[in-house]
């Protein structure tokens, strides 16, 4: 098979990941390419909430991308989360609202998010859109990269792997395996007609028992639909032996808080799965002219099961590595490691908060009992509002001292 063309740099997947880096690198003078293997719109299995952090990194990006972004429909606004705790009992913890005009949070179809960041790359000059290519070798050479897809061979100086959780390019030039401490499964499943979901604005977390370190989610959509899932953590459902489809239906049709909700609910398609890398262990994310991003990075937090945002996150950064790479024409893995360097500073607090907060789920005593405080006392309940998006705040959820404190009032 000839080689297409020679790029300077090759993006694998057009996920945020993909798609945030390419956006970043249009105006860089670099010939770009971005390989995708589906054609969009596609599908991604996802519980859909777009965080305020996502509507964050699109600022960050350019304003005129963020307000296409806001207005594009059909979005759910959502404006706070609703806990279920593992005694069944409810807490809402509105967000905080930094502006009138727009909501916290969305929730919003991947089909519709993601062909709608795709569209805006396609619309820019310098890089080269390429849909339909699975990429299925990847040869490292001293001085470039090669790449085969099923229907095409590429040159690339660097390689970019924003190839998502079974990333090709981690699995080929990294090494590294799952570890099911790190890794959580997921499942999804579309719904219409779920009693008592459009009634308010709130995304839904039931941490329930037998589902721990995990969660139960609904996720409104437009038009009386929602996201419906549930995500576990790996090595628990290998200890416990637990068949998560099973545990799915089982909640949906057995549960006290959830029976009647589904009683009349219909299933738009079957129940899907994929899996989330978890951002709860360090890992290598460079090496000789290879960077990555996203989940193939394992960025995904370990409490909330968010990855949108750090993917987005992720490809910025690594957009302004690869310029530096290019001014100083330096492709190895000791120059790449600083890209690791840049990553872990700006996540790794956050991650590490979350893997503390994921630990405390195996005391479901300590949610019952804020849940229990926190429906008491309004003040407790805007402490919860502002650890919501404050890693400073948050981290006090971890100390011992902050229970006590809460017993005492
Ligand atoms: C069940 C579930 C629920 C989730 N819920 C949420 C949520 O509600 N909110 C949130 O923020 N995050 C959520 N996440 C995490 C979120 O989906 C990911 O973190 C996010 O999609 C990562 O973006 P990415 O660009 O790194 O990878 P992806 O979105 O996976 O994109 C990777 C792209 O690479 C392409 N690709 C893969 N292999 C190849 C190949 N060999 N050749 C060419 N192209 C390839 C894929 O087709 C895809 O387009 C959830 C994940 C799961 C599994």
Not at 375 to 391: A, R, Y
Request: charged fraction near 25%; aromatic fraction near 10%; glycine fraction near 6%.
């Amino acid at each position: 098979m000839p080689v297409t063309k020679i790029y300077d740099v090759l993006i694998i997947g057009a996920g945020p990941a993909g798609c945030a880096c390419a956006y970043q690198l249009a105006n860089s003078g670099l010939n770009i390419a971005i390989v995708e293997q589906a054609s969009f719109p596609r599908d991604k299995i996802c519980g859909d909430a777009l965080s305020a952090d996502v509507i964050n990194q699109f600022y960050r990006m350019n304003d005129a991308l963020a307000s296409s972004f806001l207005k594009l429909r059909p979005k759910y606004a959502s404006n706070g989360i609703r806990f279920y705790a593992p005694n069944n009992t409810k807490l809402d913890i509105p967000f905080k609202k930094t502006s009138q005009k727009q909501a916290a949070g969305y929730v919003m179809k991947r089909l519709d998010f993601d062909s709608f960041f795709a569209s805006e790359i396609k619309k820019l000059p310098n890089i080269d859109f390429f849909e339909n290519k699975k990429v299925i070798n990847i040869t490292p050479h001293k001085n470039y990269v090669e790449v085969l897809s099923n229907n095409a061979r590429f040159k690339t100086q660097i390689i970019i792997g924003a190839d998502g959780a079974n990333s090709i390019v981690n699995r080929k030039l990294s090494n590294n395996t799952i570890n099911k401490k790190h890794h959580s499964a997921g499942l999804r499943q579309y719904y219409e007609n779920v009693a008592e979901v459009s009634s308010n604005d709130l995304i839904e977390l039931h941490f329930y028992k037998e589902i721990l370190p995990g969660y139960f989610w609904i996720f409104p959509l437009p038009n009386n639909a929602a996201n419906v899932g549930i995500g576990m953590l790996s090595s628990e459902i290998s200890k416990q032996n637990i068949n998560l489809k099973e545990k799915f239906t089982e909640l949906i049709t057995s549960h006290p808080n959830l029976k009647d909700r589904f009683k009349n609910a219909v299933a738009k398609e079957g129940i899907k799965g994929f899996g989330l890398p978890l951002g709860s262990r360090k890992k290598q994310l460079s090496g000789d002219r290879f960077l990555l991003l996203g989940d193939a990075a394992n960025l995904i937090d370990p409490f909330t099961g968010e990855g949108i945002g750090n993917a987005i996150r992720s490809g910025r950064i690594a957009a302004e590595h690869v310029k530096n790479v290019f001014k100083t024409n330096k492709f190895d893995a000791q120059f790449n490691a600083q890209y690791d360097k840049k990553i872990y500073q700006a996540m790794w607090k956050e991650l590490s908060v979350s893997k503390s907060l994921q630990n405390l789920l195996k005391y479901p005593w300590l949610f019952n009992f804020i849940v229990k405080k926190a429906n008491k006392n309004k003040s407790i309940q805007l402490l919860l509002t502002s650890m919501l998006d404050d890693v400073d705040l948050k981290k006090e959820l971890t100390k011992p001292s902050f229970y006590v404190r809460l017993l005492f009032n």
